[in-house]
């Protein structure tokens, strides 16, 4: 079974830098990319960022660029989300997710993480 384990998220202040990893110990032939999203209160799941597990292939939501950096590390199965200049509108449950493409869809990605709370305050 595939089991993908957020971690990183807590409160920080506006400006500061936080770095999210998702471990997945059970990758496939089905999930050859893996992605980012996020939900803040009230809101929709958005897409943030994703990656080819080769790492050639990389896609960022347009609030994010600039700002966010996402990566891979294939000898750990890991994937990382290097988050800086955070601003209170960041703050949401990031949810790690593995799918076929590295695409901003959500029905791309079959499994899913348990997320990871993310506060920035003003």
């Known amino acids: 079974q595939v089991q993908l384990v957020e971690s990183g998220g807590g409160l920080v202040q506006a400006g500061d830098s936080l770095r999210l990893s998702c471990v997945d110990s059970g990758r496939t032939f089905s999930s050859n990319a893996m992605g980012w999203f996020r939900q803040a209160p009230g809101k929709e799941r958005e897409f943030v960022a994703a990656?080819?597990?080769?790492?050639?292939?990389?896609n960022y939501a347009d609030s994010v660029k600039g700002r966010f950096t996402i990566s891979i590390n294939n000898a750990k199965n890991t994937m990382y989300l290097q988050m800086n200049s955070l601003k209170p509108e960041d703050t949401a449950v990031y949810y790690c997710?593995?799918?076929?493409?590295?695409?901003?869809?959500?029905?791309?990605?079959?499994?899913w993480g348990q997320g990871t709370q993310v506060t920035v305050s003003s």
């Open positions: 997710a593995a799918g076929p493409y590295p695409v901003t869809l959500s029905r791309n990605y079959v499994y």
């Open positions: 990656i080819t597990w080769s790492g050639g292939v990389s």
